[in-house]
């Protein structure tokens, strides 16, 4: 019980607050490109790394390392918008990231093509995108189905990222974190009864 003139605090977390994984994990992805293009730095090595030992533990450390200050550019606002939509709207942040990290990180460890190497925060976006589509489907509550609406307008092209062909793009990542994003929803859904 509090006491006089103190408030207590419970409920839902504020929006700022939600938001402070997003950020967080976004800022690390940026710390890390600052030290790995120092000279003599070379931490891109610990990507996924298909069908071998060492390249297992890219599983984890894909998603924050990038192949330079452009490829963390062109994933930085995806990832902040898309992990903020599924942060804010549907409060499932932490168990979407994790399971599209590792879901989608050992399918491409297990699949993609050998001497390979998989970076970069691309999979968790496609993840991210495919889950809140999933999501609006699923729920068939109205703001899950406007946000799954404004996923497929504004992201509706990255569907071309899952095809192969296009050369240093890893397609597998993007395949693979999107069917994990669909397979979260279908996890994390709420009683379908």
């Known amino acids: 019980m509090s006491s006089p003139g103190e408030v207590e605090r419970r409920g839902t977390p504020s929006p700022l607050a939600v938001l402070i994984p997003v950020v967080g994990m976004l800022a690390v992805m940026w710390g890390e490109e600052i030290v790995d293009s120092l000279p003599g730095v070379n931490l891109d090595q610990y990507g996924i790394q298909p069908r071998s030992a060492e390249g297992l533990i890219g599983v984890v450390t894909a998603p924050f390392l990038h192949g330079g200050f452009d490829h963390l ?93 296009q050369p240093g793009i890893s397609w597998q990542g993007h395949l693979f974190g999107a069917l994990a994003g669909v397979l979260m929803a279908l996890v994390l859904r709420p009683d379908p009864r």
């Open 73 to 165: 550019i062109a994933n930085s606002g995806a990832f902040l918008i898309l992990g903020s939509l599924v942060a804010l709207t549907t409060k499932r942040f932490w168990p979407v990231t994790i399971g599209v990290t590792l879901i989608g990180g050992l399918a491409t460890w297990l699949l993609a093509g050998a001497n390979t190497n998989h970076i970069g925060a691309s999979g968790l976006v496609y993840g991210f995108a495919a889950f809140l589509v999933a999501w609006g489907v699923l729920t068939r509550k109205l703001l899950s189905i406007l946000v799954s609406v404004v996923v497929v307008l504004m992201y509706g092209g990255i569907v071309v990222g899952v095809l192969p062909g």
